[in-house]
């Protein structure tokens, strides 16, 4: 089946616990299959570590997908605590978050360690959904541009090269591969998330213009392969309008998306 354009992903963050995961699922899988079937994109939820596996094998043979919030830089070996990519394409990890700016700001996350962990994700065919974002002090300083740069253009480069690799081995295009994906960029403010307060529309349509072109730029021909994003306070009332954005194919949602009816509002009104 093809895949879907529109990303909407359940970000939990760790909000919930492995039984309070659990009893979530219990309450709304029923719920979130419908909605995954009549909505116009494709629902990632990502759990805690912990809750992986049961969630891929629960929503196994339903077009719910299932995401991870982090992955190891590294491929495997002595890395006490992390989890490697081939484990979470082993139990059915469909996606994986990289380079959140809580993951940034509080594990020291910098930009070469994103680049190494999409490389892992992507040789094992995970999508990865790899965030972007300007402080609130680049914002006012009107660096967000310069920020992106340096945080994009070495992602858009990996790619490239991903992608030229992909092809020395291949003589011709497959079918399911001309629906295929490399990855999400996800432009979230880093002064937005969590915070109630959401750039204006015009601020993300330039965001998103200047994404778009900058991804053409790197990637001529390719743009098609990737989704853009936005996270950072989406909520029933403004999802639509973000959604309504030229060149924006989904949201990224923390905080709303831990109830499972202003996430389904959410969703339903990005119909666009
Ligand atoms: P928020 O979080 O929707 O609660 O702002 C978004 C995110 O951090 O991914």
Redesign the pocket.
């Known amino acids: 089946m093809p895949q879907k354009t529109n990303l909407f992903?359940a970000?939990w963050?760790m909000n919930m616990s492995f039984n309070t995961t659990c009893n979530f699922i219990a309450q709304n899988h029923e719920h979130l299959s419908a909605l995954a079937m009549k909505c116009n994109g494709t629902i990632v939820l990502c759990p805690s570590f912990i809750a992986l596996h049961t969630l891929t094998n629960f929503f196994q043979h339903t077009p719910i997908e299932i995401g991870a919030q982090n992955c190891s830089a590294h491929k495997n070996g002595a890395y006490t605590g992390e989890v490697d990519a081939t484990s979470l394409h082993e139990i059915g990890c469909a996606y994986t978050?990289i380079g959140?700016?809580?993951r940034r700001l509080y594990h020291g996350e910098t930009d070469e360690m994103v680049v190494n962990k999409m490389e892992q994700l992507l040789g094992h065919a995970i999508q990865p959904i790899v965030?972007i974002g300007e402080t609130k002090q680049q914002h006012e300083k009107q660096q967000t541009l310069a920020i992106l740069a340096t945080q994009v253009e070495p992602i858009l480069q990996k790619i490239a090269e991903y992608h030229t690799l992909m092809h020395k081995y291949k003589n011709e295009i497959t079918s399911s591969e001309q629906e295929f994906f490399y990855a999400t960029i996800?432009y979230?403010p880093v002064w937005?998330?969590?915070?109630g307060m959401v750039p204006s529309l015009d601020h993300i349509k330039m965001v998103f213009d200047w994404l778009n072109a900058k991804s053409e730029q790197i990637l001529p021909g390719l743009c098609r392969r990737l989704r853009f994003i936005y996270?950072?306070?989406?909520?029933e009332q403004n999802a639509s309008q973000i959604m309504n954005i030229n060149g924006l194919n989904g949201l990224?949602?923390?905080?709303?998306?831990l109830d499972f009816q202003k996430f389904q509002n959410i969703v339903l009104s990005s119909h666009g």
């Open positions: 992903v970000n963050k978050i959140h700016s809580e965030c996800a979230e937005a998330i969590g915070t996270g950072g306070s989406v909520d990224l949602i923390g905080g709303a998306s």
